[in-house]
């Protein structure tokens, strides 16, 4: 569920009056593969697709020989929306494919393994396909959508469910509210037959046996949402086929990475061959990283204070070569960590420090500082801008370390100083 769905979700009635920005969330770190979160579905007895999956090209052969379908559907693993209409490094087109020729199947994994896929939502590079997923194909009667999600203003979980299911549902919640169905929940009661009916009637499954089958999968989904303590089980579409059956076509699940000391099997399975590994490396330290285009590198604590520092580093004629968060407990380790990763970066031409003491002590930092500048032999321009707890003892650090370090009383010197030192 997008943001973009939270906010209608805020306009769409009486009974979706009181669901705040449930999928307002920070971002995740963990993002799981299609196949990954299928298997989670079907170990908690959630109905899903037969599947199979092919990570060496050279083995698909016989792989492939075991897995029988009356039709099969071909999907490359990447974290990319808009697989279907993508288009690889050579010149092959899609990323989903249908066939029933068992044949054709191995043809079309060999064109899509070990090549890019580019889709709307990748760099013009494109994801190397390294994992392909072989389904069998589900004749789709009618399509619903179920998601169960974490609402902060109830405290709580949120099911949000639509019988227009297999679409754009931010599209259904702006046009047509009343098809989209909210209902708090309990977080230890949890679901019971009777909430269960009551979704699957609104769902539009109505005969017994169909019905009963869609109550099983609603508590199923709901057993899963708490024992792997996600924040968002999305189920779109909730299928039922043609030959009376519900299944859960498509699933995105997003975790809270609070619990991942309870779930670390879960976390395990993360492929970070996706990821920046600049990411990679600074979450090994408990560092925030984002890559961008500029040559300032910004060393920050806090979200909203990284916006604002790149800001105004724009404001006066700067390009932000990163957003480095050191958070609320940095140790002196860290800093010094989040010094190389930036040095690393062939980019960045001047790093710029901006950190508010108010958890953190700025004589950490500045500690942090000094110990990182000496011992990476840094090359390039320091500004620091420190404020806060211990700040007049973090600057005399800084002052008697004898280093070539630029200090400012505030921000907007302190990007000014960094932006004049690139252009030096």
């Known amino acids: ?21 449930v999928g307002v969330v920070p971002l995740r770190h963990l993002n799981l593969l299609e196949y990954q979160s299928k298997m989670l579905l079907k170990d908690s007895g959630v109905s899903v697709q037969n599947f199979t999956m092919i990570d060496d090209v050279n083995k698909a052969g016989s792989v492939l020989d075991k897995f029988k379908a009356d039709e099969y559907v071909v999907k490359a693993q990447v974290l990319a929306g808009g697989r279907g209409k993508g288009w690889f490094d050579n010149g092959f087109k899609g990323g989903v494919h249908i066939t029933k020729d068992p044949k054709q199947v191995l043809d079309i994994v060999k064109k899509m393994f070990g090549h890019r896929l580019i889709t709307k939502q990748t760099s013009n590079d494109g994801i190397l396909v390294q994992k392909i997923m072989v389904a069998e194909s589900v004749d789709i009667a009618r399509e619903t959508y179920l998601c169960l999600l974490m609402d902060r203003q109830h405290n709580g979980p949120v099911l949000v469910a639509s019988p227009a299911g297999g679409m754009d549902i931010e599209a259904v919640a702006e046009e047509t509210p009343e098809l989209i169905k909210a209902i708090p929940l309990d977080i230890y009661y949890g679901i019971d037959d009777e909430i269960a009916k009551e979704v699957a009637n609104f769902l539009g499954f109505k005969e017994k046996d169909i019905q009963e089958k869609a109550i099983s999968e609603i508590k199923n989904l709901w057993r899963l949402f708490v024992d792997i303590d996600a924040l968002q089980v999305e189920i779109n579409p909730l299928a039922e086929t043609t030959d009376k059956k519900v299944i859960a076509v498509d699933a995105k699940i997003s975790f809270d990475d609070n619990a991942e000391f309870r779930q670390q099997d879960i976390f395990a399975l993360e492929d970070v061959s996706e990821k920046d590994p600049r990411e990679v490396d600074a979450s090994n330290f408990n560092l925030n990283y984002i890559g961008m285009d500029g040559n300032i590198g910004c060393l920050v604590n806090g979200a ?14 700067g390009t932000p070569a990163n957003f480095l968060d050191v958070g609320g407990s940095v140790k002196e380790e860290q800093v010094y960590q989040a010094f190389r990763i930036l040095t690393e970066d062939p980019k960045v031409k001047v790093i710029l420090v901006n950190v508010f003491g108010g958890i953190v002590n700025c004589a950490t930092i500045a500690r942090g500082i000094v110990s990182a500048s000496r011992n990476l032999g840094l090359k390039i321009p320091l500004v620091v801008r420190l404020a806060g707890t211990n700040v ?26 960094a932006v004049s030192a690139v252009k030096q």
């Open 1 to 21: 569920m997008s943001r973009f769905l939270a906010r209608k979700l805020l306009g769409c009635g009486n009974v979706l009056k009181k669901v705040s920005q």
């Open 392 to 417: 007049e003892e973090a600057m005399k650090i800084i002052a008697e370390s004898g280093l070539p370090i630029l200090t400012a009383n505030d921000l907007d010197e302190a990007a000014k100083k």
């Open 304 to 317: 909203g204070l990284a916006m604002a520092t790149m800001d105004i580093i724009k404001l006066n004629g």
